[in-house]
């Protein structure tokens, strides 16, 4: 290569090719450190753009030394913040592992020791298990996070509701919340295998995006929202008669930690029934028989404390307060009703807003990052415009 070349003197076609264009490009390890050397001599930031569109395009990257590689996975990774994973299977490969953000051996010598896996099988079949697998735990790890998020928001707002009237939670409330419901269901919920195909589909890179939040907020606000027209319900009845504790003793039971006990332990079961994410990254919430045992007992025992049929002294302890904090059948059924409704918001909220939110949010993300390249393939270098193509060096190269 001449060594009065640089980039604008090259007669290359992809220079003036739109993005459009079906095409890609094969480079050698010479010819890509020539184009970065020119990168870090001219300050010109069209030169950048130069580098930026070759990475994109460029399938084939040939004949490179150690650090060539290293070099070419840092670029890589710095146009538009790409992931990049690297396979390798011998020392000279070392450099490059390290560097990517996701890095396979492919033999269990020299380069086993600086990536982060290494496969037993010598050939690049284990990358679908692999994707597979990081999402699958990726998602598991968010679906986690959203439900504890939840009983802290459900627990903290009934908490909440009752102290404005000094009252709390009963003993058995909290065993029944905490030990039956929260402990069962976050363990298994978790439980879930890997989903058996590889979509192009990816959960989202970053714990605050629009997703997890829009999915958080909006189903911490709707519980709360439940949660006070359950007290509505309760506050508008005509056998309600306010009891005064004044002590929050957690022995006691009335009206109002009755009702907020009823509407609580429906909402920690269907939170975690619709943070089970399913395909395409996870197996059906059904096909985790863990989850599914404990789910339907569950239900069944919130069915029978709501609805109390046999009415035992167990469940409502009837000597302390005389039968005052007792409900009537009539309302307990107008809180169920209530409590179906508040399933079906909070379904809808997280399999139809949640996803509308973030498919608009994401499309808007792909527009941005197509504008940026198409301003990029835009750039016509100054000998390519003016017909100065410098056609010896071209050929030098």
Known sequence: MASSANIADLDVPFFNMPSSENYCIAITGKAFSFVLREVEENEDPQYQKILSKLLRRCLIFARMHPDEKALMIKHMMSVNKNIVGMCGDGA?????LKTANLGVSLSEAEASIAAPFTSNIQDISCIPILLREGKSALSTSYQSFKYMALYSIIQFTSVTILYLYQIDLTNWSYYHIDILIILP???????????????RYKPTG?????????????????????????MYLLFSS???????????DTDDACYENTVIYFTTIWQYCFTALVFMVGKPFREPFYKNFWFTGFFIILMVLNVF?????????????????????YLPLPFRIKLFILIIVNAMVTIFWERVIVKIVSVSWKERREE????????????????????????????NA
């Not at 000279?92 to 490059?96: E, I, R, S, T």
């Not at 005509?238 to 929050?248: G, H, M, T």
């Not at 404390?305 to 904090?325: K, L, R």
């Open 92 to 96: 000279n490969d070392v450099g490059a």
């Open 185 to 199: 269901l976050s363990a298994t919920m978790a439980m879930s295998g890997t989903y058996r195909q590889l979509t």
């Open 206 to 230: 970053r714990l605050v995006s629009v997703q997890i939040l829009t999915s958080v907020i909006g189903q911490g606000a709707i519980q709360i929202i439940f949660q006070v027209l359950a």
């Open 238 to 248: 005509s056998f309600y008669a306010p009891i005064c504790i004044n002590n929050f």
């Open 305 to 325: 404390v709501t609805f109390n049929p046999f009415n035992w002294q167990f469940v409502y302890n009837q000597e302390i307060w005389a039968g005052q904090w």
């Open 368 to 395: 941005r990052r197509k504008l940026i390249e198409a301003q990029e393939s835009m750039y016509i270098p100054p000998s390519l415009g003016h017909g100065g193509i410098n056609t010896s060096s071209s050929r």
